[in-house]
C-alpha cells in the first residue's frame, strides 16, 4: 500500500498572483478543431442542452458520416465529435450553420450555458430556466440591436461559464463564473464568480480531454438519483441591513436562504434582480469581468482568476446595471439559516419517470461514461417526436431529459431505452462512473480506462448489469464519485470526495480523495477493479 499522490495544481493562485500565459486558451469548437490521437475532434456548443429533435438527428448524421459515429457528452451540457478528418471542418460548420447549431461564427466557443434540466417539468423551481437561456444566448450571440454593450462578450474565453438555477439548487453548485438563482418571489440572485461551497464539481478544466469533455465526473454522491431538491417553501427574501446599491435607494438585503450553493463567492459580487431582468443582468456581469481583465492587464479566463485588486465588486456591478435600467440590489451577509459549506442535496436529475404538475412526464436517463453511439441518440430523437415535446435536454451529468410524455408513453420509452443500453433506473451501477478519455484518443494515457471501468462495473453488477432492489430501496446514501484516469494530470476529476481510480502502467492505483485528507492507495491489476474500487467506496 502506497501513499496517495498529490495532486497537481488545477485552480488559479491565490491573491494577487495570477497565471501568466502567452495565448489565448485552446478550448475546441465547432470552428476550432482539435487534432487528437484518434482524429479531430469537435466541440459543439448546446447552451441550457436543449436541442430540437431535428437537430439531434442532424447530429447523429454527422457523427456517422463525419466522425467515429458516436457522440460525447459534457460535463456541460455540450456535445463532441471525435475522429473527425481534420479537412472537414467547413463541411461540419455548413451543416451546422443549416441547423441552427452554431448561429454564429464570432461567438461559437463562448456559449456555455447550463440550466436546470427538469425546469418546468417536475413542479419545482421558481422560474423558467430554459426561457433564462435561450434569452442570455441571443445576447452572447449580439442577436440585440447596435450599440447594446453587448458585442465585446466574443472575447470570453471558452472555459468562461453561464449557471441559470430556476430555484431548486442543481447548477448553481457547478462553480460557474456567473450564476443566477431564482427566488421565490419573482426575483434572482445573480452572482459573479463561483461560490466556495463544499464538492464543488469540477469546471475549471476544460481541455479537449478534460472537464467540458465526457471526462469530468458528477459531483460528489452522483450515484444518489432520487430526484432534485425542492425548494419552493423557502422564505422570500428579507430585509437584514441598511445600505445602498449604486445608482438605487433599495436597501441592500440577506441572501435567500433556500437553494444549495448559495455563499460567499471569491468576487464577493452578489446581487438581487428582478427575474425578467436576470438574463441581461447575467450578460452586463460578464462584460464587467471583461473590463476587469482589461484593468488588471492579465490573461484571466475565469473569474476566480482576476487578482484581488480587480475583483468586481457589488457596488460596481450594481452601478453597471443601474446604468442598464436594471434594479440591483447587493446582498447582506448570509442568513442564519443558510450555513456556508454545508454538502448541497445531489443536484442530479432523477433517472427514470419525472411526473410533471399537470400529469405529463419526463424521461430521464444517464448515459454510461456520457458516450452515446448515433443509434442510441437517433432512437432519444425519435422518442422525443412521436412521445414527447419534440425537444431534447442535455444535462451536465452526462444524461438526456425528453419531456411531454403521458404516463404510459413515458414508461415505454424507458424500456426502449433500457432495452438501447441507456440508464433507466436509478439503481444502475453506473451511475457516478466516469472516465477521462485514455487510449486509443488521448497519447498520454496509459491504459485504455474506458473499457476497464466498464469491467469494472460489470464485475459490480449482477446478471444483466441492471440490479433491481426493492423499489423502496435507492443507492446507499454519501458514496462518492468514481474518477477513472489514464495519467497523472487525471483530466477532469471531480471536487469534494471521490474514489481516484490512477492508471500506472502496470495496473491502477485505489484512493479516495478528499478536501480533508486522502486515503493510502492501494494498487491493483485491472481485474481486480472492481472489488476495489467496491471498498474504496463502501470505507468512505
Not at 473527425?84 to 460548420?93: K, R, S
Request: with cysteine; aromatic share 2%; hydrophobic share 40%.
Amino acid at each position: 500500500m502506497l501513499a496517495a499522490m498529490p495532486l497537481p495544481p488545477t485552480t488559479a493562485p491565490p491573491g494577487d498572483e495570477t497565471p501568466v500565459r502567452g495565448r489565448d486558451d485552446a478550448c475546441p469548437g465547432a470552428l476550432r478543431l482539435h487534432p487528437a490521437d484518434d482524429g479531430a475532434l469537435a466541440r459543439v456548443r448546446v447552451p441550457g442542452g436543449l436541442l430540437t429533435a431535428r437537430q439531434a438527428l442532424v447530429l447523429a448524421g454527422v457523427a456517422e458520416e463525419l466522425g467515429d459515429g458516436r457522440l460525447d457528452l459534457t460535463s456541460r451540457g455540450n456535445l463532441q465529435l471525435r475522429g473527425l478528418d481534420a479537412g472537414c471542418g467547413a463541411g461540419l460548420a455548413a451543416r451546422l450553420r443549416a441547423a441552427g447549431l452554431l448561429p454564429s461564427d464570432r461567438h461559437d466557443r463562448v456559449r456555455n450555458i447550463v440550466a436546470s434540466p427538469l425546469s418546468g417539468l417536475d413542479g419545482a423551481g421558481h422560474a423558467d430556466a430554459p426561457a433564462w437561456a435561450r434569452a442570455l444566448d441571443a445576447l452572447l450571440c449580439d442577436e440585440v440591436p447596435a450599440g447594446s454593450g453587448f458585442a465585446e462578450l466574443a472575447g470570453l474565453s471558452g472555459r468562461f461559464l453561464f449557471a441559470l438555477d430556476d430555484g431548486r439548487g442543481d447548477v448553481s453548485a457547478l462553480g460557474a463564473d456567473v450564476t443566477l438563482i431564482a427566488t421565490p418571489d419573482g426575483e434572482a440572485v445573480l452572482r459573479l464568480g463561483s461560490a466556495g461551497g463544499h464538492g464543488l464539481a469540477r469546471a475549471d478544466s476544460t481541455a479537449p480531454n478534460a472537464a467540458d469533455s465526457p471526462d469530468a465526473t458528477d459531483r460528489p454522491d452522483a450515484t444518489d438519483h432520487s430526484g432534485a431538491t425542492d425548494h419552493s417553501g423557502a422564505p422570500g427574501v428579507a430585509a437584514r441591513r441598511a445600505g445602498r446599491a449604486a445608482g438605487d435607494d433599495t436597501p441592500s438585503r440577506a441572501r435567500p436562504p433556500g437553494p444549495p450553493g448559495l455563499g460567499d463567492g471569491p468576487s464577493g459580487a452578489e446581487l438581487l434582480v428582478r427575474a425578467e431582468d436576470a438574463p441581461r443582468a447575467a450578460a452586463l456581469a460578464a462584460v464587467a469581468f471583461l473590463d476587469a481583465v482589461r484593468a488588471s492587464g492579465t490573461r484571466a479566463w475565469r473569474v476566480r482568476e482576476l487578482p484581488a485588486r480587480h475583483a468586481v465588486t457589488a457596488d460596481r456591478l450594481a452601478g453597471r446595471l443601474a446604468a442598464a435600467g436594471i434594479q440591483a440590489t447587493p446582498l447582506g451577509p448570509q442568513s442564519p439559516t443558510t450555513t456556508a459549506g454545508t454538502p448541497a442535496a445531489d443536484p442530479t436529475p432523477a433517472v427514470g419517470l419525472v411526473v410533471g404538475p399537470d400529469g405529463r412526464c419526463a424521461v430521464s436517463v444517464a448515459v454510461p461514461l456520457g458516450r452515446l453511439s448515433a443509434t442510441q441518440w437517433r432512437l432519444l430523437a425519435g422518442l422525443a417526436s412521436r412521445g414527447g415535446s419534440g425537444e431534447l435536454r442535455v444535462t451536465p451529468w452526462r444524461g438526456v431529459v425528453l419531456p411531454g410524455f403521458s404516463p404510459d408513453e413515458a414508461r415505454a420509452a424507458l424500456r426502449e431505452l433500457a432495452d438501447a443500453g441507456l440508464v433507466a433506473t436509478p439503481h444502475s451501477p453506473w451511475l457516478g462512473i466516469a472516465a477521462c478519455t485514455g487510449r486509443p484518443g488521448c497519447a498520454k494515457s496509459l491504459a485504455n480506462v474506458r473499457a476497464d471501468a466498464a469491467r469494472a462495473v460489470a464485475g459490480a453488477a449482477s446478471g444483466d448489469g441492471r440490479p433491481d432492489p426493492p423499489p423502496d430501496q435507492g443507492p446507499p446514501p454519501g458514496r462518492p464519485p468514481v474518477y477513472f484516469s489514464g495519467c497523472e494530470r487525471r483530466c477532469g476529476h471531480p471536487g469534494g470526495r471521490w474514489v481516484d481510480v490512477l492508471a500506472t502502467g502496470d495496473g491502477y492505483r485505489v484512493a479516495v480523495r478528499d478536501p480533508g485528507g486522502s486515503t493510502p492507495g492501494v494498487d491493483v491489476t485491472a481485474d481486480q477493479l472492481a472489488g476495489a474500487v467496491a471498498s474504496a467506496r463502501g470505507a468512505t
